[in-house]
């Protein structure tokens, strides 16, 4: 290898690791993505029809239904609520998301999220540095938005422009010029903003953070003691605020686990990571080891 | 924030700058979303204005309600046999992601089962919607009479013919033809009481651009004044007539001018044009030909001549001599 190519992000974690451990959550999370397109895609190109439906709400085998709640729920602010199966759906798929970590929606299920990871990965390829700001809690706010747009327009509103519904709609029913929509998020997450759209403005994403707040299943640091500073996980998370007060704040009495609901539980960090410091786990496991104080005495536990 | 000024150099000082940076970041907040959202708003109003031509699953709730209620799933879509359905892709100017049909194309087969309202998680296609004759996605509407080929005196009877709900919704209302003055015209009638709005007929409609349409009921169907009673129906209604029959006044019948009807007696004159005296010029075409009746029909005239029997549409009774639905009860 030459030296250049070991200055790449996860070089480390190839190197200790070998590549398939240094990318066995992304491929687990690719395989996950395509997958549940795949068994949407079944129907309408093969004729087998396991899942009718969309990502809004699907219907598999004739038995489980699956809303998404925040759909509904902008639903219900215009004053309509689902029927039975739908209801049932709702629950189901917010029980579900309030376990495994809300934002897993984004980085397991959502096909955005392939499109805004690529345009990620190519803008450190291509090393495009500058960014246009925007705070990250930008999409609470449209959030806010569209749920009380919903209710003063009586429409459905994210909808009219949620470039993940028309993304995975349009591979399913028919694209149309959604793809303009969906190129135009690529683009925008290239060139104009680092982690834009999913890091800031979605606020699909937003919804499934507070969804999960308190998601027992988490990403945790138990041998931040290990880490040598490399960087890596900082640089290829999507959310990389997340990290820091609980790989860096064992000085300050920080518990080892993410905390942050914008984590989306991708794993990647885990990957990249020569160290292992990171693995999933649960959120009570949570106690600062007794004598581990090599951390960052500046950052204090709770902030992010 | 991190932007605290280096020169604060009270707590006070700099707690005071704190809060006006955490106002500026709230108002930037609020102004950047809120502008998305008025914009997203506008949208939303916009994208409220259905075309005419797109209609809705059987069962669709009002518009308004409709963008409300429907999260987009295409569970209809993937339930429809016949592939009637489709959602709304961008481009399209019908609110993105929604179900719609084009009559045109690939009109509603009208299910017994309903399977596209069964499948709608939302409600959106109400469930309540059990009968398919129940339905109203649109109504018909004979929207051109110069091209339809009945009203040119022909007898295509396509529209009528695949009508679902046929002598119904659709039925073939028969007058003279004055052209040839020797024929009937058996004009495709739409009747709002039964039409479903499925889209058959327009499919059907044979011309390269259908003379028979099917429009949102709003834009398709007039109304009456609330306070209108119609004479014959409240007549029907009372079992005999409401006013002194004996105190009515005959008024001249009023044609036009230079015109007489031969043999017809005018009882606001007395008097009977005799059959012989009037310039042929001034007969109506066809007077010879056939007894005219003394007003239109629809007028309050006599019946039109009835079709020869065994004229479809024609068998089930009289002809109404007005258009049906026009219901004088309320």
């Not at chain 1, 009586?154 to 029913?173: A, C, Q, T």
């Not at chain 2, 992601?97 to 709608?120: H, L, N, Q, S, Y």
């Amino acid at each position: 290898m030459s030296a250049a190519a070991n200055t790449r992000v996860g070089s480390d974690a190839v190197a200790a690791k070998g590549w398939l451990r240094a990318h066995k959550w992304l491929l687990l999370r690719r395989a996950t993505q395509f997958a549940i397109l795949g068994l949407f895609l079944l129907g309408p190109l093969a004729g087998v029809w396991i899942v009718k439906g969309n990502l809004a709400y699907s219907y598999t085998l004739d038995i489980l239904p699956l809303t998404d709640p925040y759909v509904a729920l902008q639903s219900a602010m215009t004053g309509h609520l689902p029927e039975t199966l739908g209801i049932v759906g709702v629950v189901i798929v917010a029980v579900f998301y309030f376990l495994v970590g809300g934002r897993a929606y984004c980085s397991w299920v959502c096909p955005v999220n392939v499109v805004t990871d690529t345009a990620g990965w190519l803008r450190r390829r291509l090393g495009i540095k500058g960014s246009a700001h925007l705070a990250r809690e930008t999409r609470y706010w449209v959030l806010a938005m569209t749920l009380i747009g919903s209710a003063v327009t009586g429409v459905v509103l994210w909808e009219l422009i949620n470039p993940v519904s028309m993304l995975h709609r349009g591979l399913i029913f028919g694209m149309g010029f959604a793809w303009a929509i969906v190129l135009a998020v690529f683009l925008f997450d290239l060139f104009i903003m680092s982690r834009g759209w999913c890091g800031r403005l979605c606020p699909v994403g937003a919804f499934y953070s507070l969804l999960g707040r308190f998601s027992p299943l988490r990403v945790s640091t138990p041998q931040r003691a290990a880490c040598n500073d490399c960087m890596d996980c900082f640089e290829v998370c999507p959310e990389p605020q997340v990290i820091r007060p609980a790989l860096k704040g064992a000085a300050g009495g920080a518990g080892p686990v993410i905390l942050a609901a914008a984590c989306t539980n991708c794993g990647r960090c885990i990957d990249v990571c020569a160290k292992d410091v990171f693995r999933f786990g649960a959120r009570f496991d949570n106690a600062p080891p007794v004598g581990e104080a090599d951390g960052d005495p500046a950052v204090a536990p709770g902030k992010f | 924030m991190a932007r605290n000024a280096p020169s604060a150099s009270t707590p006070a000082r700099s707690k005071a700058i704190a809060r006006r940076q955490f106002l500026f970041d709230t108002a930037r907040m609020a102004c950047g979303v809120g502008m998305l959202g008025l914009g997203l708003g506008l949208y939303a109003r916009q994208s409220k204005a259905l075309p005419a031509q797109a209609l809705r699953p059987p069962g669709a709730l009002p518009e308004d309600d409709f963008l409300g209620a429907c999260i987009r799933c295409g569970l209809c879509v993937r339930d429809c046999p016949f592939d009637t359905l489709s959602l709304a892709t961008p481009e399209v100017p019908v609110t993105t992601g929604t179900p719609f049909f084009t009559a045109r194309k690939i009109p509603c087969e009208m299910c017994d089962d309903i399977p596209c309202v069964k499948a709608c998680p939302t409600g959106a296609l109400d469930h309540g919607l059990t009968d398919i004759n129940d339905a109203r996605m649109g109504l018909a509407a004979l929207i051109d009479h110069e091209t339809c080929l009945n009203f040119l005196g022909l007898r295509c009877d396509v529209c009528y013919r695949v009508c679902p709900v046929i002598d119904k919704a659709i039925t073939l209302e028969v007058l003279p033809n004055t052209r040839t003055g020797r024929h009937s015209m058996f004009l495709p009638t739409v009747h709002s009481d039964h039409c479903t709005g499925c889209g058959k007929c327009e499919q059907a409609c044979i011309l390269e651009e259908a003379a028979i349409k099917v429009y949102p009921v709003a834009l398709a169907k007039g109304a009456l004044g609330r306070h209108y009673r119609v004479g014959w129906e409240e007549q029907k209604k009372a079992g005999g007539s409401l006013i002194d029959e004996e105190s009515m006044v005959e008024l001249p019948d009023r044609l036009p001018e230079g015109m007489t009807l031969p043999g017809h007696y005018d009882p606001g004159s007395g008097a009977t044009a005799a059959p012989g005296a009037v310039p042929a010029e001034s007969q109506l075409p066809g007077a010879a030909a056939a007894p005219i009746p003394n007003a239109p029909p629809g007028m309050g005239g006599p019946a039109v001549p009835s079709a020869p029997p065994g004229m479809p549409g024609t068998v089930a009774g009289p002809v109404p001599s007005h258009p049906p639905g026009l219901g004088g009860g309320q």
